[in-house]
């Protein structure tokens, strides 16, 4: 039988080839939707803690957020009768009851073009528990919705109004954030930002809208007086003023007192200053008003004013500055190590050598201040002095600092300087034994002992505001003869 050879094999390896694409096609086409069908739907119901966020959240320690898109969806929305009026600014102060309105006016952000003017915040309902949220150290918000169970999907949208943005990045340890929540979803968010502004974020029918909230305190005058046994400082505790206040008292007088080496037991003090209350409670001490230190049985008084220019600060009684040209000592020093003394033994060459300036004993690198204004008309080596920088002040005045271990960056020659800016660092360069500065004060090319010298007065109070200042004056010092009165009239007497 003759054998036919049918040649089909191309023709059945094509057809099978076609065949085998068919399947391939569809899985390389399928795939893909159903990836996307599944991260729509994951998508759809974001739960409380579903939706990534930690990139619209930053810690202290990661100041770097990028800001979540514009079209970014919102993750849900309350029932109608929860929400708050559109764009109406909201800060949870408790569970029950209306949010109290503010005691000034709200500044409004405008997260996503809505212009409306928001209503008294008294009108809003409120709803939901309301948790607060402590921050720990290298928390974000991501993190804290984490621990907390919150929607980390409502964060995102949060965080994107501007004002979010701007005090929410940035958290410290210690801070508190106030979040009212329904199941987790965010209702309410807010962040005390200082003692007078708050944050509020709220929810509305368009997103999250956020304000800056004024809490106005209440300013009271306070008063406090103290005698002085030990030290300046226990004498504040024994009076109930802060060692911040003490220290503001010390800076209105430093011109005056050195309250370093003038201080002696029996020295005394009296303050008016501001307390800050908020709802009933003390939020802490504000400006001093009007004050009296004796020192060594001689009085000095203060009081603060603010002239209508806006220029604040502290005058005598009868309305000279209590600032000086100069400062007594430009630096914070632990004591003085050598006196003005025209015939002091030089501690390095050991000859009869007048010291013609003041040695304050300081930690190297203890920053050094200018005297007062002037301009820079030496900074670099001066053979024994060392490092030194001389400041020319007027046509008549110059100071010297030397010793410095380096210059301030700030501080070039030729330019010019303000009273108490740094302009070097205490060293021991030249011919000293010790860390310390070494300053001088010239009148007229002539060595004065920067202690004792008789300092000029800054400007005065403008002659066009004196009458102001008197009428302001006048019961801020009538408070203190009042209050010492009642002080010595109730002070028992030793028999």
């Keep these: 039988m003759k054998r036919i050879q049918l040649d089909y094999k191309p023709t059945q390896s094509a057809s099978r080839r076609a065949d085998h694409r068919i399947p391939w096609f569809i899985a390389g086409v399928g795939i893909p939707l159903v990836a996307v069908a599944f991260i729509l739907h994951g998508n759809r119901e974001p739960e409380a803690d579903s939706s990534p966020a930690s990139e619209y959240s930053v810690s202290a320690d990661d100041p770097g957020a990028t800001a979540p898109p514009n079209d970014a969806p919102d993750t849900g929305s309350p029932p109608a009768q929860n929400q708050p009026p559109k764009s109406a600014p909201a800060v949870a102060t408790?569970?029950?009851?209306?949010?109290?309105?503010?005691?000034?006016?709200?500044?409004?952000?405008?997260?996503?073009?809505?212009?409306?003017?928001?209503?008294e915040l008294a009108t809003i309902p409120r709803s939901g528990e309301l948790l607060t949220l402590s921050v720990r150290r290298g928390d974000s918000l991501d993190r804290m919705f984490r621990r907390n169970k919150l929607s980390?999907?409502?964060?995102?949208?949060?965080?994107?109004?501007?004002?979010?943005?701007?005090?929410?990045?940035?958290?410290?340890?210690?801070?508190?954030?106030?979040?009212?929540?329904?199941?987790?979803?965010?209702?309410?968010?807010?962040?005390?930002?200082?003692?007078?502004?708050?944050?509020?974020?709220?929810?509305?029918?368009?997103?999250?809208?956020?304000?800056?909230?004024?809490?106005?305190?209440?300013?009271?005058?306070?008063?406090?007086?103290?005698?002085?046994?030990?030290?300046?400082?226990?004498?504040?505790?024994?009076?109930?003023?802060?060692?911040?206040?003490?220290?503001?008292?010390?800076?209105?007088?430093?011109?005056?007192?050195?309250?370093?080496?003038?201080?002696?037991?029996?020295?005394?003090?009296?303050?008016?200053?501001?307390?800050?209350?908020?709802?009933?409670?003390?939020?802490?001490?504000?400006?001093?008003?009007?004050?009296?230190?004796?020192?060594?049985?001689?009085?000095?008084?203060?009081?603060?004013?603010?002239?209508?220019?806006?220029?604040?600060?502290?005058f005598t009684p009868d309305g000279k500055s209590v600032r000086k040209a100069f400062i007594r000592a430009p630096v914070a020093f632990s004591r003085i190590s050598s006196n003005f003394n025209p015939r002091r033994r030089h501690p390095v060459l050991h000859t009869i050598r007048a010291h013609r300036g003041v040695d304050y004993a300081a930690p190297k690198g203890t920053p050094v201040k200018?005297?007062?204004?002037?301009?820079?008309?030496?900074?670099?080596?001066?053979?024994?002095?060392?490092?030194?920088?001389?400041?020319?002040?007027?046509?008549?005045?110059?100071?010297?600092?030397?010793?410095?271990?380096?210059?301030?960056?700030?501080?070039?020659?030729?330019?010019?300087?303000?009273?108490?800016?740094?302009?070097?660092?205490?060293?021991?360069?030249?011919?000293?034994?010790?860390?310390?500065?070494?300053?001088?004060?010239?009148?007229?090319?002539?060595?004065?002992?920067?202690?004792?010298?008789?300092?000029p007065d800054a400007a005065p109070i403008d002659p066009a505001y004196l009458a102001d200042f008197q009428h302001t004056a006048r019961p801020l010092l009538e408070g203190l003869d009042h209050r010492r009165r009642l002080v010595v009239r109730n002070t028992p007497v030793a028999e």
């Design 94 to 119: 408790d569970d029950s009851g209306p949010a109290p309105a503010p005691a000034t006016s709200a500044k409004r952000a405008d997260p996503a073009g809505d212009n409306a003017s928001p209503p």
């Design 152 to 314: 980390r999907g409502d964060l995102a949208n949060v965080m994107l109004p501007e004002l979010s943005r701007e005090y929410l990045r940035l958290l410290k340890p210690g801070e508190k954030i106030t979040v009212r929540h329904d199941s987790g979803r965010i209702m309410e968010l807010t962040r005390e930002i200082d003692i007078s502004r708050s944050l509020g974020v709220w929810r509305s029918d368009h997103g999250y809208v956020a304000s800056l909230i004024d809490h106005a305190p209440e300013v009271r005058q306070a008063f406090a007086e103290g005698r002085i046994s030990s030290s300046l400082f226990e004498a504040a505790a024994e009076a109930g003023i802060s060692d911040r206040a003490i220290m503001n008292l010390a800076g209105i007088f430093a011109w005056d007192v050195d309250f370093v080496l003038d201080i002696r037991e029996g020295d005394s003090f009296s303050v008016i200053y501001e307390e800050l209350w908020r709802d009933g409670e003390r939020l802490g001490e504000g400006d001093i008003l009007a004050a009296e230190f004796v020192n060594q049985g001689r009085a000095f008084r203060a009081v603060r004013y603010r002239d209508p220019s806006g220029r604040v600060d502290y």
């Design 370 to 455: 200018a005297a007062g204004d002037g301009k820079i008309i030496h900074r670099g080596n001066k053979g024994g002095y060392g490092k030194a920088v001389i400041l020319q002040h007027g046509s008549n005045i110059t100071t010297l600092y030397a010793h410095l271990s380096r210059f301030s960056k700030t501080a070039r020659y030729g330019s010019r300087v303000k009273q108490g800016d740094v302009i070097g660092y205490v060293g021991s360069t030249g011919l000293a034994t010790a860390a310390h500065l070494h300053y001088e004060y010239r009148r007229n090319g002539v060595h004065m002992n920067p202690r004792t010298v008789e300092l």
